[in-house]
C-alpha cells in the first residue's frame, strides 16, 4: 500500500479548499481589467408583444453612461437563427438577445446599459422608458396543458418510454389499484453566484470571457457563432463556478450582450445579473404526472400506467425523461408511459439538477408508497418484492445494481425495522412522527473526455482538462486520480480546469464528470509513465542500473520518485533528474478516453444507472402544517467512490435541495403578466441552516468493470432522485394523509 | 447640500489599512469592497440583505453589507475574509471549514465563515440548534449545511480546549 | 438606485428640517433594499446615526424607554429586555437574521414596508408604490398577503415581527417633528390602507421617531412570541402571534393579542382581548377569542390557508402563554 501518494477512494479534503476559504478564488464577475464598463440590463414587464416605442434621452444624461444598446443600433450578429443554437441543443427557435423588437417571455431583455461604474449603469437603467405593444399571451400551465404536443424533433437525451404487455386491461383487473395525478411548482436553481460575465478585451482585440457556465468551449463555440467571431479571437474561463445545478449548461443572456457590448464598443465589460433576473431565464418545468398503479393482494405489481406533462416556452420544445424511470427500475409485467409537453409564453424551462428524474422518480415512489400501503405491505418489503435485476423498460441486462443492498444497508442504519405500519401511530407532544423511504435511480453517464497531463523540470505533474468544477470536488478527485495513476504525492500536482483553450471536455452536468474526466486523466497519466519509460531507454547518457531495470521491468515509479536496484543496492531517481537525463524541460502527452469498442458494445447492450435508498423521519405539528426533517439517510451505490468526503457532501447537498423542493421551493407565476413574483431570496425559500438536520450518507460497495474505465458511476444528482419522496412518505406515515402535489407548504 | 452629484468622504479602516476617498453616496460597502478596491472575497449574492454571502465585520459585529452605505459608516473598522488571515496562516474557522468540507462551490463560503467567526464571539453555540438557528442568515445552495455545524463546533471544541489549558 | 443627496445631520431639529424628498436613514437594512429595487426614490438621504438615539434606559415608572437608534440585536440581548420583556426579545430574534439585527434599527422596525411582491417590483401597478395605479396583489400570487384590515386599493401585509410584540405590550412611540414632540400608542401608530394605502403610519412630514417606550412589564412568565412561516428560519411570518397574559390563581386578569403575518399592520382587537379577563384558560375561552381576532378577514386568490391557520395558531399561543412556557426561538419543537 502506497501510504504518501494520495489515491482515488480516499477522503481528501478539497485542493482548491485554500482559495475559498481566503476568498482568493476568482469567480465570473470579478476580474478587473482596467477601462472596465459595467452593464446593466432591462427587462421586459409584458409576456408577449412588440417594443413601440424606446426612449434612452433620460439615461443618458446619468454621468458616466458610455452607451445603451438596444435591437436598433446593436452590432452585426450571425445571419442565420440555427447559430444561436447553443450546447444543450433544444430543438426550436433559440432566443436572440436584442435581436429585434419582439417580445417572446416576460423579463426578455430589451436594453442594456453600459456605463464606467456599475451605479451609473443601475441609475441609467432605471431611467430607459420602453412602450410595449401587447399581445395576447398564456403563461398559464394549466390553460397550456390543452394545447400539450409531442414535437418532431426531440432532445438528443430523451428516452422515450416503451410500453410491455396490457397495461390497461391489467390495470382493470388488478385487485388493488391507487391513482392519482401529481403536480410539481415550477422551481428555480439559484446558485448563490448570480450569472455573470466579464469579457476583457485584450490588446490584440481578442476577447478573454470569464463566464459562469458549466461548459467553457460551449460558451467558446456559442459566442463564436452566434457573435459571428472567429473562433481564436474567444477564449473561455471558469476557473471557479459558484453552483449551477444546470443553470449554468446554456449560455445565458448576459454572456451574450457582454460580448456584444465589448464588440461595440471595443471595452471591457462586465454584466452581472441581479437575484431577480434569476428568475428571468431557466428553471425547472411545471409538471403533472399521472400514475395509476395496479397490484394483487400479495404486492405484486401488475400493471403500471404513467402520463407526464412539463412546460416549455412558445419557441423552443425543452423535454425532460420524467415517465420512464418506474418502468425501468421496477418488475412489473404491463407498463405503459406517455409523455408530453405543453407551450407557455416564458422563457425555456431547462434542466435542473437530476432533470427528469426529480420529478418522475419522486412522484412515482410516492405512488409506490400508496399502492404498498393498499396492499397493507411494509414500503420496503413492497419494493424488495418487485425488485427488478435488469432494465425492465428495455429487456436489458445492467451493468450493475446493488439497490438491494442500498434498501438493505439503508433500512439497517435508519432502524426502519422498529417501524409501525400504521400512519399516525407515533406522536410526541403536538407533534406526529413518521418514517418513510424511497428508492432513487439516476444515469451513469460516460462521455468522451480528453485531459492533458504533462510532468516539468520541477518535478510537478500538471494535469489539464476543459472541465468546470462547480464545487462538485472535480479539482480534487482528478489530483487523487493523477496521484494513483503516476504514483505521486498529491501537493507535487496541479490541476488546471475551467479553459476553453484546454484538452476537450463535455460541458458539467448529468453526473458524468468524475468517471469521464477522471477516465481522461488515468489514462493520460499512464501513457505518460510509459513515454518516460521510453524515454529513459531510448536515451543516451542514462545510467545503466536505470536501463537494467527497464529491461529487467524492477524501475518502479512511487511516491513521485523512480525505484530501482543498483548492485543489489536500492537507488532512486527524481523526476528532475530524468528529465534531465533524457534532456527535456518538460514531457507531455494528451489522451482521449473513450468507451472503446467493449465498451461501446457495453453500452448498447447493457443499462447504467445509479441508484440510492432514502429514509427519512420528519416530525409533523398536524395543526399547524409545520414539517420539520429530523433524520435523513441515504444509501447510495454509485460504483467506485473516487472521494467519500467529496461525495457524502455532494449527495448531502442534493438532499438539501429536494428537502427544499419537498417543502418550500415554488416559484409563483402571475400568469397575467407572465412572470414569477417571488423572485428573491426572501420569497423563494430555499433551505436554510435550520431546515437541515444532520444527514448520513453511506456509499454501498458496488463494483462494475464496465460502466467507466475507473468503474465510477457519478453522484450528483442521484441525492435528489428519491429523497422528497421519502419525505412525502413520512409525512403520510405521520399523518395519514396523501399530498400529491410539491412543495407541501405550512397550511397545505 | 442638495446635489445629487456631490461626493461625500468616505474613510474607513479595511483590514487595518485607511481607506480615504471621496465616493458617491449610493455606494454600497460590498460594491465599494468589490469594484473599486479588488476586495472580491466578499461575494455578492443577491444585493438585497437575503442570502448573506456578502457578510462582513463592521466594528466586530456581522452586518450584510450589501445594505450599508460605504459613506455611512465614517471611520469604522471593517474586516473582510481577506483579513482573517493576513498573514497567509489560516484562522482556525478557516482550517476547519476545509477539514469539515463545509462548503462545495465556495460562493457562500467567505460570508458563512465571516458569520461563523462572529457568531463564535456572540456565543450563540451551545448546541448544534442553536448553531443552525444564528447561522440562518447565511444561505448555501449547495447544501453544505452539515459540515458548516461540524466546521463551527470543531472551532468551539478548540477554543474550550485552549480555554481548559489555560486554566490548568 | 437613483442618485441622492446625503447629509448627517448633527441635531434632531436640524434632521426634521430636512428638505422635501428627504428620507430618513438609520439601519438602511429596508430603505437601500428599496432604493435598489427603484421603490424609493429619495432626492436626499439624512443619516439619523450621529444623533445618539441608542440608549436603553430604565423609566421612572419602572417601564423602559428603547432608543430608535438602538439595533434591534442589542435591544433584544439588553439584560433589562430579556429580564423584563422576553417577549419583545423573543419577537426580535424570531426576525431577519443575525446580521441584519446588529444593522436595523428599533425606530427602522416600527418604518418598514411590506414584502408585497407587487410592491417590490416597479413593472407591477401597486397602489402602495405608486398611488392610483391598482393593486395588482388582489386576484394575483397573494399567498403572503393580508386578510385582516385589507381594502380595495391593498391587502399588503405589514411584515414586522418586533411591532407585533410591541403592540401586545402596548408600547408608546415618541416622535419628534418640525412642529415639536408627541407621543402614539403603538397600536395607532400604523395605519389601515383604505383608500390611501402609501401612507404606512401616521408620521408627519419631518417627523422622526425618538424613542419607545415600554409600559412597566406584567406578564411574568405567562408570554409568547409563535411565528409560523415557511421556512424554519429567516422568513416572514405566515402567522404570528404576539401574546402577555397576567395569570393570577389560574385566572386571566387580563391579556394582549397581537397578530402578524395576517393584517395590514400589527392586528389587535380589544374586544378579544377582553373577552379573556377573569376567566380560566379554556379550549371554547381561547377558540372565541380566536374566532373574535380574525373576524372579518377576507382571504383573496391564494391566502386562505392563512385563515386555516390563525386560530390554530392563535390557541396553540394562548395555551403556551397561560402555561408559562414561551416558544423558543431556537428550539423548533412548538409546545
Redesign the interface.
Known sequence: MNVISTNIGQSVSRIDGFAKVTGQAKYAAEPHPPGLLYGVIVNSPIARGQIAALRDTEARKIPGVVEIMTHRNRPHTALFEKSYVDGLGVPGSPYRPLHDAEIRFNGQPVAIVFAETFEAAREAAMLVEVDYERWPHNADFEAALHQKYMPSKTRSNYVPPKSRGNAPEAYALSPVKVEGRYHLAPEHHNPMEMHATTVIVEDDGTFTVWDKTQGPQSVQAYLTSALSLSGDKVRVHNPYVGGAFGSGLRAQYNVFLAALGAKMLKRSVRVTLTRPQMFTHVFRPEAVMDIALGASPDGTLQSMIVEGVTDTSRFEHNMENIVVWGLINYKCPNATAGYTIAPRDTYTSSDMRAPGATTGVNFFEMAIDEIAYACNMDPLTFRLNNYSDTDAMHDMPLTSKALREAMVQGAQHFGWHDRPMAPGSIRDGNELIGWGMATGIWDAMFSPTSARARLTADGRLHIATAASDIGTGTYTILAQTASEAFSTPIDRIDIELGDSTLPECPTEGGSWTAASAGAAVWLACQILREKLFKALAKGKNIPAWVKQGLEQDNLTLEDGILHGMNENQKIVLSFQDALSLIGQDALEVEETAKPGLRGTISQMRKARFTHSAVFCEVRVDQELGIVRITRLVNAVAAGRIMNPKTAASQVRGAMVMAAGMALHEESLMDERVGRFMNHNFAEYHIPAHADIPDMDVLFVEEKDSEISPLGVKGVGEIGMCGTAAAIANAIFHATGHRHRNLPISPGS | MNDVSADIPCRLQINGKTYAADLPPSVTLLDLLRERLDLTGTKKGCDRGQCGACTVLVAGKRVKSCLVLAVSIPDAEVTTIEGLSPNGQLHPMQQAFIEADAFQCGYCTPGQIMSAVALLAEGHTHSREEIREFMSGNLCRCGAYNGIVDAIEQVVAQQNRNHTGEAA | ????????PATLDEACHS?EHTRF?A???NL??L????VERP???A?L?ALGMHHIDEQPDGGLRLGALATN?DTAAHPLVADRYPLLASAILAG?????R??ATNGGNLNQRT?C??F?????PCNKRSPGTGC?AR???N??MAILGTSDACIATFPSDMCVALAALKATVNLTGPEGERSVPIRDYHRLPGETPWRDNILRPGEIVTSIDLPPASFGPHHTYLK?????????A?VSAAIGLQIEDGIIRHGRIALGGVGTKPWCVPAAEALLEGKPPSHSLFRDVAERLLQGAMPDR?NA??L??AP??IE?ALWQASAGTPQS???????
Open positions: 438606485m437613483r442618485r441622492f443627496s446625503y447629509s448627517r428638505a436613514l439601519g438602511g437594512t437601500i433594499d432604493m435598489k429595487s427603484d432626492a436626499h438621504v443619516d446615526k440585536a431577519a437574521s443575525p446580521q441584519i446588529n444593522v414584502r411582491h407587487y417590490y417590483d416597479p413593472d407591477m395588482s386576484g394575483g400570487r399567498r403572503i409560523i412561516r415557511d421556512r424554519l428560519s429567516f422568513a416572514f405566515i391564494d390557508a392563512k386555516r391557520l390554530r395558531v396553540r426561538q431556537t428550539d423548533k419543537t412548538i409546545r
